[in-house]
């Protein structure tokens, strides 16, 4: 057997990053920037307002108060899009909204609530001027050009993950495409006769395809594109016929017979399309684990091959595919967050293999706390749909106890909601 790191070495060593691809930017969520971003304008374009109120020279408005008023003349109007003409001398104000560009002349913005405008609408006074009543400093409220962005800057960097954040700044720099790491297509096959597809009758001594659909599942919650080829029955012709359709995908998952008991027709197949290696690693469950590269007409596939039990599948997927696709997606960081919980129930491992036993994670008090889903068999699949996290635990370890600090690998991130 081999530990799950040196497995999972393996396995990235022979998954290399995608090419890029360009694509109208709301449709690049979530992947990574494949050169910088530069900036062909400046935001803002000019000094603007902050706030709605009266553009005016802080000499005019210096020291006003409510006792003692500066009174300026209003000369004009400027809303955010527009240009006001004029300029704005001692003793004169333009009334702005918040985003326009501040008129020449003026040096400060003073926002509505410091000035008497209410008073003058209700007392019908004059309206062309108004009371400065209050006036904190100079530049107060302006916006100064390219306080955001300056022309020429690099704005996003190679390798940043797009998020809604960084797609509001691609459009603000008017950028409609982005160059991004391409998804990886990743084929999805089920073997086994044992298996029905949803949707169909269940005759006698079948089951449901559950792990295309999991699997499935998985790939689109971290980036990929699901291939789901059906089913591989448990002779040549249809497993040779479900590998050719895969060698149209980036990666071939499959699920079920690399287990000693499994049929050797699989395995068969499997090494004559390329070259496999069929490990078992120190992890409960996912012991059988196969890996390979899939070859045609010069095309280099990986095939990653999990248990067919739905829990073991799972498991699997996020150790090894997980990370094999996010190093396509041209991501760095691997590493699922973990936290370190107090156990509240007891842990068992009996065989030193790493166990990841399924944990339901609570917060109380700034501490984390973590009890079992029930009953551990790698076929029951709904202990997974219980479970928010994995409890690690090691190899060199008997289990955790009631009280132990565990490790905790979180399936969801959802504690400080």
Not at 52 to 67: H, K, L, M
Not at 195 to 222: C, F
């Amino acid at each position: 057997m081999i530990p799950v790191e040196e497995a999972l070495d393996k396995i990235l060593a022979n998954v290399s990053t995608l090419e890029p691809e360009t694509k109208p930017i709301l449709e690049c969520l979530g992947q990574v920037l494949s050169e910088d971003v530069y900036s062909d304008v400046t935001i803002p374009p000019t000094d603007n307002s902050a706030m709605d109120g009266y553009a005016v020279q802080w000499e005019s408005v210096e020291g006003a108060n409510d006792q003692n008023p500066a009174i300026v003349k209003i000369i004009g109007e400027v809303a955010a899009g527009y240009i006001f003409e004029g300029k704005v001398a001692p003793g004169t104000a333009v009334r702005i909204m918040t985003g326009a560009p501040v008129p020449a002349g003026a040096d400060t913005v003073v926002q509505f609530e410091h000035t008497d405008e209410e008073d003058r609408k209700n007392m019908a006074r004059s309206s062309d001027e108004i009371g400065i009543l209050r006036v904190s400093e100079k530049g107060k409220n302006i916006r100064g050009a390219g306080e955001d962005v300056k022309k020429g800057d690099v704005v996003l960097m190679k390798g940043m993950v797009l998020r809604p954040q960084e797609i509001g700044v691609l459009a603000s720099l008017g950028y409609a495409e982005a160059s991004v790491i391409r998804r990886p297509v990743i084929a999805i096959m089920a073997t086994g006769d044992e298996l029905v597809d949803v949707g169909q009758p269940l005759p006698p001594g079948k089951i449901y395809n559950s792990n295309a659909y999991s699997t499935a599942s998985q790939v689109i919650r971290y980036g990929g594109i699901p291939l789901v080829l059906g089913i591989g029955q448990d002779n040549r012709e249809s497993l040779s016929n479900k590998i050719v359709e895969a060698m149209d995908s980036d990666m071939l998952l499959t699920s079920g017979g690399v287990s000693m008991g499994d049929y050797d027709i699989v395995k068969d197949v499997l090494a004559e399309h390329g070259s496999i290696g069929f490990w078992t690693v120190y992890m409960k469950p996912g012991k059988p684990l196969a890996f390979g590269i899939m070859e045609q007409e010069g095309k280099r596939v990986p095939h990653l091959g999990f248990p067919g039990n739905p829990v073991s599948t799972m498991i699997t997927f996020e150790q090894f595919a997980r990370p094999a696709i996010l190093k396509m997606l041209g991501k760095t960081s691997f590493a699922k967050p973990t936290v370190k919980a107090i156990s509240q129930s007891r842990f068992k491992n009996t065989d030193g293999r790493r166990v990841y036993a399924r944990g339901i994670v609570e917060k109380r008090d700034d501490r984390y706390y973590v009890r079992s889903t029930g009953p551990q068999g790698s076929g029951i699949l709904t202990s997974m749909v219980r479970a928010n996290g994995l409890v690690i635990v090691p190899e060199d370890s008997d289990g955790a106890h009631e009280g132990d600090e565990v490790v905790v690998q979180m399936l969801d991130w959802k504690l400080e909601e």
